[in-house]
């Protein structure tokens, strides 16, 4: 593989990992769990993970440990540091037995129940060191849910003589590494699956878990892209720019960027919905601020829009459930129809509320509505040009005012969409770090032969050698949920705590910063340098612990 200069002074980076996982270790059990909601159906659905107790790890003695092969999934949507997660794994099982081996599944859960693996050496594992990407194995949203996939993967978990999978994924995955650990320990198999809390999104955390390895990566490539705009448009002062950025459904994404970046507007799904906002008022409320900067002269502005948006407006998030009711109860009479018969269909089909709601969104958004779900059941929000959308409604207000003199300016709008590059970005120092330390947990947590655990790292603001280590189980960020119209056990999102000290920072703040030109450019990632430039958690990450 050819390798850029950077790429190569990369590759000798060593991570760095807490005090307690740098020499032998032993397990800390703490007191039994349970389950943050639902605990009596979710024991009951988890009869042999539930209730186990947290774990931390600390130093103990050195012992003989007997070879084990382990196998390794990268599961959903990439996130810097996931290469990091496998070489913490990769070493420390070599460390506990240089006979131990590691075995990748390729394209995601799939590869598991497909057979589809590659061996894991050190010399294959080598051009991937504190890389970005998840191009080692490949990645995908297979949904590991029914006993034959269950019994397929153990063939092959037979076949390689596995003792554990490690599932590297958001929360859908670990939900699916929590089932399969349950399917495996009650057919007493003997073999251990973990996970590990992967997803750009943010939204996998909690009180064990502080955040998601990518959140830190993805949310500074953004920022830094955001900026480099900021200063265009603060350069040219013609166009207001519409930025949406990834986060499927929870907004810490969006709210991290504004909190780096200072923008004139960010939209907060999550307030959107406790306020019950209509698309309507979001558009006066950033028509408000063209006005008011157009009444100084500033022509020019930007706005950072989430993902998600779209299915926490409230209105059309009544109309998102009942469409998710529609599609899973009415699969192949609706699938083979041509796209308008399926407009019709819908049409006829939904409440007279949800009806009047579709017939309002313009045809590319209602259509995307209206098509299948990912393999979780989630919207595909990311096809979705809400940026596009909120930009043109707010051009037909601004020339509405502009007939009542209630404005008057020059609005041309530019249109960004950040997601994917973020996602595979080289990881930075924090990243690489976590991730090395949550691999090297995993190992230890199949070592000391738990099962139905999520690898955790805590205390991530102080620096490396003080982080904690250890595992949560994952029944443990579990509640019941409705998806594809059924009530399942699933671990429960994180979203933006509007009473949250990130948001409340931000909201002290975005009147000014709607006015005025506040812009901070925060530039591209560091990996060498002083701490305060290269090695910052997120604000996010700093506020929430502080
Ligand atoms: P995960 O939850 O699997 O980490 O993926 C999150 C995400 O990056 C979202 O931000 C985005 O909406 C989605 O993946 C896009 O999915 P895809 O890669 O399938 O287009």
Redesign the pocket.
Known sequence: MEKSALQKARAAYQPKLPKALQGAVKVKEGAPTKSVDNQEEIKKLFPNTYGMPLVEFVPGEETAQKAMNVGVILS??Q?PGGHNVISGLFDEIKKLNSNNRLFGFLMGPGGLVDHKYVEITEDFLADYRNTGGFDIIGSG?TKLEKEEQFEKGLQIIRELDIKAIIII?????NTNACVLAEYYAAKKYGVQVIGCP????GDLKNTQIETSFGFDTATKTYSELIGNIERDCNSARKYWHFIKV???SASHIALECALQCQPNICIVSEEVEAKDMTLNQIVEQICDAVAYRASKGWNFGTVIIP?GLIEFVPAIGRLIEELNDLLAAHGSDYKDLDKDAQREYIIAHLSAENKETFETLPEGVARQLSLDR?PHGNV???LIETEKLISDMCASKLDQWAKENKYNGKFAAQHHFF?YEG?CAAPSNFDADYCYALGTSAAQLVANGKTGYMAIVKNTTAPADQWIAGGVPITMMMNMEKRNGEMKPVIRKALVELDGKPFKAFAAKREEWSKNTCYVYPGPIQYWGPTEVCDQPTRTLALEQK
Do not use: H, L, N
Not at 198 to 201: L, N, P, R, V, Y
């Open positions: 959903g949507g996130a949203r994924g958001g929360d859908d995955s992967k997803t750009i999104d990834m986060g499927r993902e990912d595909q929000v990311s997601g996602r």
